[in-house]
């Protein structure tokens, strides 16, 4: 289901890119707001996702666009878009389209802990 988000000029003009054109984009769940990942848009990917309703990022090591979910199905509806106070970080809430957001197949990309014994959340 496609729900796209209109942001106006003046909020889409406050993202603040670093010197390569980025800003990084943390993802999380809209029903448990559990944290899924962390990639990088630009501001063609920002507007592709706020259009399109649906997760589009800028890859570093491939440079080009890619859409989650594109090969693997694991697609993500945005159901919220949100800039931090500085204009330097994005979140998503989404709805995790099949079994996870890692590329390793597991929910989230925050499955590791540091410390012996520690528990990811």
């Not at 800003?23 to 809209?30: E, G, K, S, T």
């Not at 809430?93 to 528990?119: E, I, K, N, Y």
Request: hydrophobic share 40%; net charge negative; charged share 20%.
């Amino acid at each position: 289901m496609v729900t796209p988000i209109d942001a106006s000029d003046d909020q889409l003009a406050q993202v603040r890119y670093d010197a390569a054109g980025l800003v990084p984009a943390i993802v999380q769940d809209a029903a448990t707001r559990q944290v899924l990942m962390m990639a990088w848009m630009n501001a063609e990917t920002l507007r592709l996702t706020l259009a399109e309703g649906r997760t589009v990022f800028w890859s570093r090591s491939r440079q080009e666009v890619w859409r989650k979910g594109e090969t693997s199905g694991e697609v993500q509806h945005v159901r919220g878009a949100y800039y931090d106070c500085d204009g330097d970080t994005l979140l998503f809430l989404v709805d995790q389209q099949g079994g996870g957001a890692c590329h390793t197949g597991a929910r989230s990309c925050f499955f590791r802990a540091f410390g012996a014994g520690a528990d990811a959340p």
